[in-house]
């Protein structure tokens, strides 16, 4: 679920804002998601997410149509993040010399954005009950849009976060506060067979983020028959021996671990698990 905000320039006699305009006077920090949904940071495009790097959330999504200046905000999300969004909105409408905006299509004034608040608020407690409700599995979980990567919401973390919402800020901030890599898979063709196949990369010493079981986000990509992970240069192993003989692993999301492998260990996966793609 998300809300947009759109915010006309109307100031007669100031020059049209681009992105780069905006962002700068926002002063959030910003980055463009990859086809992962991972986070390029500081890269400008269409699409721009723009964030406050101080309380890691799930950010706005930026961008223009003609000079109208478009804001989205993902919901459920923190608190602290659905108050930000309507000061950028009132502070983008006092730049234009406006006090409405077009909140979903509907016109909207400045002076209603605390009733504005209290629904989005709403909407996200209604929206983590849901997701509540539909995880009586305990290997189902859902998937949200963070800032930094794609993050898997199971039974483990919808009881910490408690349908509260200072709960879910403290929870969202914490994990993508993490000193983590988190590894996303490239896919190839097989030149023999024409099948496709999925690889993740690792690095030695670094925690890496990897899935319990590899996919494709959104199921963009679909029949792809063989998973590995390239753990050294030119050095692979299939996914299932990799993710079933690595002994260093913690738990980072319903549906990830962080993998920390030093070259000792890598090289006795080689050893026994390599193979030729």
């Given at each position: 679920m998300s809300i947009t905000a759109r915010i006309k320039q109307k100031s007669l006699f100031k020059k049209k804002m681009n992105i780069e305009d905006i962002i700068k006077f926002t002063?959030?920090?910003y980055g463009v998601c990859d086809e992962n949904y991972r986070l390029d940071r500081d890269e400008i495009g269409e699409h721009?997410?723009?964030y406050d790097e101080t309380k890691l959330a799930r950010g706005f999504e930026l961008w223009l149509e003609g000079s109208d200046v478009l804001l989205s905000l993902s919901l459920p999300t923190a608190p602290s993040e659905i108050r930000l969004f309507y000061s950028l909105v009132e502070k983008l409408c006092n730049e234009f010399?406006?006090?409405?905006?077009?909140?979903e299509d509907e016109e909207a004034y400045l002076y209603e954005d605390e009733e504005f608040i209290k629904w989005d608020e709403e909407a996200s407690i209604v929206a983590l009950e849901e997701m509540t409700s539909k995880t009586e599995d305990e290997y189902r979980c859902f998937e949200?849009?963070?800032?930094?990567?794609?993050i898997s919401i199971g039974q483990r973390e919808l009881q910490r976060i408690d349908c509260n919402l200072n709960n879910l800020e403290e929870y969202l901030n914490e994990i993508q506060s993490l000193d983590v890599y988190y590894a996303t898979?490239?896919?190839f063709r097989k030149k023999d067979t024409d099948e496709l196949f999925g690889i993740y990369s690792i690095v030695a010493d670094i925690p890496c983020v990897v899935p319990n079981k590899p996919y494709i986000i959104l199921d963009q990509i679909k029949g792809i028959n063989y998973w590995y992970v390239m753990i050294r240069k030119g050095m692979t192993v299939t996914y299932d021996d990799f993710i079933n003989h690595i002994s260093s692993k913690e738990y980072y999301d319903a549906n990830h671990v962080?993998?920390?492998l030093n070259d000792n260990e890598i090289d006795?996966?080689?050893?026994?698990?390599?193979?030729e793609i």
């Open positions: 002063g959030l920090s721009t997410l723009i010399n406006t006090k409405k905006y077009l909140r949200i849009f963070g800032i930094y990567n794609p898979p490239s896919v962080i993998a920390l006795a996966l080689i050893e026994q698990y390599s193979v």
